[in-house]
């Protein structure tokens, strides 16, 4: 929040009633993680899944909303979906998160391990198992904001650096273009590049 809206009490409020909704509906209290879809009262929608692309908006939620307002429940918050992101979509061979997960967790890599109801899409659009640059630089900006307010995270430096690497090395050409879709050994697939990310 801005130094005018900071004093406004109301605005805290919006950010906690908002970080509510992400613990108290969005957070799959047997499981862990939040699920990429839900329905106006609540059920998760999309077979349950989880995508890393909403992972990284949700931890940054909770992140700002700690600065904010200083509510530590919101800062546990933000630790509890970076270490769900890490320990289930981190790709521990060639770096980075893959994007969409069962509501176990798993690794969604070809369309038979869509769960039932997801649809037969991947949620970004792209090829199902894929890699995208969504994910990378969403994280990458998370990661940014999450070490604003605990520069000591091991985890969140590590995942910081290893993110910039395959954003320099990997997914950027030499033109400026950023790949979209990317193997799991951030090779890009074929096809579009876009400026701007």
Request: hydrophobic letters at 35%; glycine letters at 12%.
């Amino acid at each position: 929040l801005s130094e005018s809206h900071a004093s406004d009490g109301r605005w805290q409020e919006y950010a906690l009633h908002g970080l509510r909704y992400l613990r108290e509906v969005m957070w799959d209290r047997e499981r862990g993680g939040w699920y990429w879809l839900v329905s106006p009262n609540g059920e998760p929608r999309a077979g349950g899944s989880k995508h890393a692309h909403s992972g990284a908006y949700a931890v940054q939620a909770a992140v700002v909303t700690y600065r904010a307002t200083g509510d530590p429940g919101a800062l546990e918050l933000a630790e509890e979906g970076l270490d769900w992101f890490n320990r289930h979509a981190r790709d521990r061979e060639h770096g980075g998160f893959f994007s969409w997960l069962t509501r176990d967790g798993a690794v969604i890599r070809k369309p038979s391990d869509v769960p039932d109801g997801a649809g037969p899409e991947e949620p970004l659009g792209h090829d199902i198992g894929l890699k995208d640059v969504n994910v990378l630089g969403d994280w990458f900006e998370t990661l940014l904001d999450f070490l604003a307010v605990v520069p000591g995270s091991a985890l969140a430096r590590e995942l910081l650096d290893e993110f910039a690497q395959i954003y320099m090395r990997r997914a950027t050409t030499a033109a400026g273009e950023v790949h979209y879709g990317f193997h799991d050994d951030w090779t890009p697939q074929p096809g579009m590049e876009w400026y701007g990310y």
